[in-house]
C-alpha cells in the first residue's frame, strides 16, 4: 500500500531533549516536507526537500533541522525542543511535477 | 505574501442539508487551488484545480474555480455524519522548477448532526 509512515504518532517530552521523528515513504517520491499544524494557524512548512540531500527552508524553519540521505526518508530533529514547538506534525510526499501531496498520519508532539 | 482565506471557520448542519465552503486566495503567479478533507488525523486528497469554470466531481463533492474573482467553493449535497471533518484549501504557484509550493488555508470546521 502506497504511503507515508511518520513514527511515533505521540510523543510527550522535555525542553531540551533532542528528539527525531521519523518519515518514511514508499512511493519513490522525490519531494518530501514537513509541516506543523497549531489551532488558528493551519499548516505551515518547516523544511523541504526535492531530492536526496537537497534541502531548503520552509516558512517556520527555526529550531528545527532535516536530512535526506536517502530518498524514501526524511527524518524531523529538535535539537533542543521548546513549549513553542508543541504541535501536530505532518510529513509528506509527492512526485515530481504534481502538486498532489500524500500526508503521514501525523504526530503529535508535547513539550514541557 | 501568498494569502488563503476560508469560510465560515466552522459550521454545523443535520444530515441531508447541502453546504457551500468558500476559499479565496491572493498569490502571485498562481498555479492550482486543492482541496483536502482532515477527519482524525491526515489530510486526503479531494480535489485539483488550475482552469476557471470547470467543475470537478466526485460523488456528493464538488468544487469550481473562478481564477478572474480569486476564489473557489467546495459544494457537499445530501451531507452525512461521515462528512464532518475539516476541510483545507491551498493554492499553488510556479516558483521555478517542480518547486510547487502549497500555502493552507486555516479550514472550515463542518459537523454533520444526524
Known amino acids: 500500500e502506497a504511503q507515508v509512515t511518520q513514527n511515533p504518532r505521540y510523543l510527550i517530552t522535555v525542553t531540551g531533549k533532542k528528539l527525531t521523528v521519523t518519515c518514511s515513504q514508499n512511493m519513490n517520491h522525490e519531494y518530501m516536507s514537513w509541516y506543523r499544524q497549531d489551532p488558528g494557524l493551519g499548516l505551515r512548512q518547516i523544511y523541504y526537500?526535492?531530492?536526496?540531500?537537497?534541502?531548503d527552508k520552509g516558512d517556520v524553519p527555526e529550531g528545527y533541522k532535516v536530512s535526506r540521505k536517502e530518498k524514501r526518508n526524511f527524518p524531523l530533529i529538535l535539537e533542543s525542543p521548546s513549549p513553542n514547538q508543541t504541535s501536530l506534525y505532518f510529513c509528506?510526499?509527492?512526485?515530481?511535477?504534481?502538486?498532489?501531496?500524500?500526508f503521514g498520519s501525523g504526530t503529535q508532539l508535547s513539550v514541557l | 505574501e501568498d494569502k488563503v482565506v476560508q469560510s465560515p471557520l466552522s459550521l454545523v448542519v443535520h444530515e441531508g442539508d447541502t453546504v457551500t465552503l468558500n476559499c479565496s486566495y491572493e498569490?502571485?503567479?498562481?498555479?492550482?487551488l486543492l482541496w483536502y478533507k482532515q477527519e482524525k488525523k491526515a489530510p486526503t486528497f479531494l480535489f485539483m484545480l488550475?482552469?476557471?469554470?470547470i467543475e470537478k466531481k466526485s460523488g456528493r463533492l464538488s468544487s469550481i474555480l473562478d481564477k478572474k474573482e480569486l476564489f473557489s467553493i467546495l459544494n457537499i449535497t445530501a451531507t452525512q455524519t461521515g462528512d464532518s471533518a475539516v476541510y483545507l484549501c491551498a493554492v499553488t504557484r510556479n516558483s521555478g522548477g517542480s518547486n510547487y509550493k502549497l500555502t493552507f488555508g486555516k479550514g472550515t470546521l463542518l459537523t454533520v448532526n444526524p
Open positions: 509528506a510526499s509527492r512526485d515530481r511535477g504534481t502538486e498532489k501531496l500524500f
Open positions: 526537500s526535492m531530492n536526496v540531500e537537497v534541502t
Open positions: 498569490v502571485t503567479n498562481f498555479r492550482s
Open positions: 488550475t482552469s476557471s469554470g
